[in-house]
């Protein structure tokens, strides 16, 4: 940046090729200093100028987990940083025990994030609408899923769909958010992987850069 010294920077490379700056440091010495004038008083009681940095990685982050996983139905978020890990939806959730075992599940769940959608949607609305917010698991529990003593877990990344038994939920659920999270790792490297290219010359630099985009390693002189 203009007036710095030195500039780090995190990039973050997007669907498109486009990098997405992602957090920044940057060393600004004591050239601000002196044009503001801002001294202090060192231990031997004489006036230095400050050496001042800038830092951050914020709220960009936000964008960059958007841009980088989310697809057309919405978000999709890793399960370590969302802030509903799991939704449970009810299935004919009028029918006997069915709301009831909905939050003993929740309370089994405790260790992670989770929430019941008890709201009046219907359950197709609810699916997506939590699609739509990137939740990375979804529990689907009706009257038939009770007498079998099982439930349906979603995965958001695949939509890919597994019964399970509900007396071993906790360690299904576990190995499904860590699964996930691997994909999503997986699928964001090998997308960095695939629009990273190396350029030996200027021609092939710029080449790269008109008709390919990404990540370019190149030599710096």
């Known amino acids: 940046i203009a007036g710095a010294e030195a500039t780090y920077t995190i990039e973050a490379l997007m669907h498109d090729g486009k990098a997405l700056q992602s957090g920044t440091s940057h060393n600004f010495g004591n050239g601000f200093a002196k044009a503001f004038d801002i001294q202090y008083t060192d231990k031997e009681n004489k006036l230095q100028y400050v050496h001042k940095t800038s830092w951050g990685m914020t709220t960009r982050l936000i964008g960059a987990v ?65 699609e739509m917010r990137g939740v990375p698991v979804r529990i689907e529990i009706g009257p038939k899923d009770i007498e079998n003593n099982q439930a349906v877990l979603v995965s958001r990344v695949d939509r890919s769909k597994t019964f399970v038994s509900l007396d071993n939920i906790e360690e299904e659920l576990e190995a499904l958010l860590t699964k996930i999270q691997a994909q999503m790792l997986e699928a964001a490297r090998q997308n960095r992987e695939e629009k990273t290219s190396v350029a030996r010359t200027y021609d092939e630099f710029k080449q790269i850069v008109e008709e390919k985009g990404g990540f370019v390693k190149a030599m710096w002189c």
């Open 66 to 130: 958007i841009m980088v996983h989310g697809d057309n139905n919405g978000l999709v978020l890793p399960p370590a940083i969302a802030p509903t890990q799991v939704v449970i939806i009810p299935i004919r959730q009028q029918a006997e025990g069915v709301l009831e075992t909905a939050d003993q599940i929740r309370e089994k769940l405790g260790g992670c994030r989770v929430k019941v959608d008890d709201s009046d949607k219907s359950p197709g609305w609810k699916f997506a609408e939590h």
